[in-house]
């Protein structure tokens, strides 16, 4: 039986940290499939038929925005935010790690607003069971709580990177990539 030292604690947490990214991001991939069928049946609908529908745009909006929110996690985790690289690359490691470190903080700052803000938010929505203004009258508390999950998502994500670059500069060399 494997004994878990506490110096791999950090880096367990870090680890289920990537996993719950990892698994949320390819999960809520499936959100764009989703998306495209309802944009075609929209189509279909419309120039085919001449019978557009009431419920795709709206729905299509919901998607593709909580989409864009839950996926950001696993975008960070996997390195797809644009970065000034370009800018960093002839640095020392340790400089590169600072800046990184820097990078992270405004995004954890960025993240906590966008969690605070979202679930006030959320929380209005929800006291008065706010539904749009579209014909079918659909809920959009629940988009609004999407908001809320994904930027827990993408703050925890930034924690883990953001302790990975303090460990990094600190020892000199990549930790837990």
Request: charged share 15%; net charge positive.
């Amino acid at each position: 039986m494997h004994h878990i030292k506490s110096a791999d604690k950090p880096g367990n947490m870090l680890q289920l940290i990537d996993k719950l990214s990892d698994i949320s991001g390819k999960s809520v991939s499936y959100l764009v499939w989703i998306g495209a069928v309802i944009l075609s049946v929209e189509v279909v609908s419309r120039y085919f038929f001449q019978a557009p529908t009431i419920w795709a745009h709206g729905y299509s909006q919901r998607i593709f925005g909580s989409y864009f929110i839950l996926v950001g996690a696993f975008t960070l985790l996997r390195g797809g935010h644009v970065r000034v690289d370009l800018i960093i690359a002839n640095f020392s490691f340790r400089t590169r790690k600072f800046f990184d470190i820097i990078n992270y903080l405004f995004l954890l700052i960025w993240s906590s607003v966008l969690i605070t803000e979202g679930w006030e938010f959320f929380s209005r929505s929800w006291k008065v069971k706010e539904v749009d203004e579209m014909a079918l009258a659909h809920p959009v508390y629940p988009v609004k709580f999407i908001l809320v999950t994904g930027a827990v998502l993408i703050f925890l994500q930034g924690l883990a990177m953001l302790i990975r670059a303090a460990i990094s500069m600190i020892k000199g060399e990549e930790y837990g990539s």
